[in-house]
């Protein structure tokens, strides 16, 4: 197939891919976003409104099914989420904050905490 082709029709696949999101967290003239860790997020943004430590299920290996809470909680170490609610202010929606392993791995908006 003729090179100008095959890179024209690379180019048009490139622009029609969705692009990457990553949702930051804009406070005190810092932006805080996925990856930082906890004590980041404390120095650009303060204290949240509301904090909240959660154990996420535990799977078994390459497969969908969770392990049952017996074995769970007795043999399989639990991973812990936290949730961090900032209240940004009127006219802005309230912000969640969740990490995983001590590092932010969302950021969403929204009225209500879920």
Same mark, same amino acid.
């Given at each position: 197939?003729?090179?100008?082709?095959?890179?024209?029709?690379?180019?048009?696949?490139?622009?029609?891919?969705?692009?990457?999101?990553?949702?930051?967290?804009?406070?005190?003239? =810092? /932006?805080?976003?996925?990856?930082?860790?906890?004590?980041?997020? %404390? !120095?650009?943004? $303060? @204290?949240?409104? +509301?904090r909240d430590v959660?154990?996420?299920?535990?799977?078994?290996?390459?497969?969908?099914?969770?392990?049952?809470e017996p074995f769970? =909680? /007795?043999?399989?170490?639990?991973?812990?989420?936290?949730?961090? %609610? !900032?209240?940004? $202010? @009127?006219?802005? +929606?309230?912000?969640?904050?969740?990490?995983?392993?001590?590092?932010?791995?969302?950021?969403?908006?929204?009225?209500?905490?879920?």
């Amino acid at each position: 197939m003729n090179p100008r082709i095959l890179l024209a029709i690379a180019a048009v696949a490139a622009l029609l891919a969705p692009p990457a999101r990553a949702e930051s967290l804009r406070c005190n003239g =810092s /932006s805080a976003g996925e990856g930082d860790s906890r004590t980041a997020v %404390l !120095y650009k943004c $303060g @204290p949240p409104l +509301l904090r909240d430590v959660q154990c996420a299920p535990v799977y078994y290996v390459q497969t969908l099914q969770p392990v049952p809470e017996p074995f769970a =909680s /007795s043999f399989v170490p639990c991973l812990p989420v936290e949730e961090w %609610l !900032y209240e940004r $202010g @009127p006219g802005n +929606l309230v912000a969640t904050v969740r990490f995983r392993s001590g590092v932010v791995q969302s950021i969403t908006y929204g009225q209500q905490p879920r």
